[in-house]
């Protein structure tokens, strides 16, 4: 079936770094890819999104570019903040139900 | 525009009592998703609707969990008995496929501890 691989966390990196969280899926036919962020206490928000390959979904500086061949989602950030603080989950959706297969998540700490 | 709504935001009680739990999606939508969240688990997709009719509710947990979409601004997870195992932070969320895009925006959860 579908599957959704993130890295594990916590990652912790101090203001203005270079931030990279891997996302690989599996999956038959040609699903959308999403990044949603979780603040503490709240629900998911979208982050960003893609539908189709090559395409780059991009919000708030974040980005993250649709590879069919390596069938990865990758989300970067050039520079991050303390505010970004959350969790990160990585998503796919099943074209014929749209059903969401979520990764588990990648908790990111930004140390001032 | 008003997002997903659930309510409560959070809910206290004791093993064994009925507790239920509401969802009013985004207006225009005509999917509906409900979740579980544990630090277990992770999130878990329960059961989700398509203009009110259930669609699939294979992650149901147990006969004790049921949900109901009576119409297309309001749904209900209801859970009979509860069990302290059901503890977690439930989402709501909804989508419209009326759009063609299968964006699902979620509400802001609701935290239950069962004692």
């Known amino acids: 079936g579908d599957s959704v691989t993130q890295m594990e966390g916590p990652v912790t990196l101090s203001e203005e770094a270079f931030l990279t969280i891997n996302c690989t899926y599996t999956?038959?036919?040609?699903?959308?890819l999403f990044w949603y962020v979780q603040y503490p206490g709240e629900g998911l928000q979208l982050l960003l999104k893609?539908?189709?390959?090559?395409d780059k979904g991009s919000n708030k500086g974040f980005e993250a570019t649709y590879r069919k061949e390596t069938t990865s989602f990758h989300l970067e950030k050039g520079s991050v903040q303390v505010s970004d603080s959350a969790v990160y989950f990585c998503?796919?959706?099943?074209?014929?139900?749209?059903?969401?297969?979520f990764g588990t998540g990648t908790r990111l700490k930004v140390l001032a | 525009d008003a997002g997903v709504i659930q309510s409560p935001r959070h809910e206290v009680t004791e093993m064994g009592q009925e507790v239920t739990l509401r969802c009013k999606p985004i207006?225009?939508?005509?999917?509906l998703f409900w979740y579980r969240q544990t630090m277990m688990r992770g999130l878990e997709l329960l059961i989700y609707?398509?203009?009110?009719?259930?669609?699939?509710d294979s992650g149901m947990p147990e006969d004790r969990f049921s949900a109901k979409m009576p119409n297309a601004s309001f749904s209900t997870l209801k859970i009979q008995p509860s069990e302290p195992r059901d503890s977690a932070v439930y989402f709501c969320?909804?989508?419209?496929?009326?759009?063609?895009?299968?964006?699902?925006?979620f509400g802001p959860g609701t935290r239950l501890t069962v004692l």
């Open positions: 969320a909804s989508s419209s496929l009326r759009a063609s895009t299968d964006t699902q925006y």
């Open positions: 999956a038959t036919g040609y699903p959308s």
């Open positions: 893609a539908t189709k390959a090559d």
């Open positions: 998503a796919l959706s099943d074209r014929g139900t749209y059903k969401y297969i």
């Open positions: 207006s225009g939508h005509n999917s």
């Open positions: 609707f398509n203009n009110n009719v259930p669609i699939d």
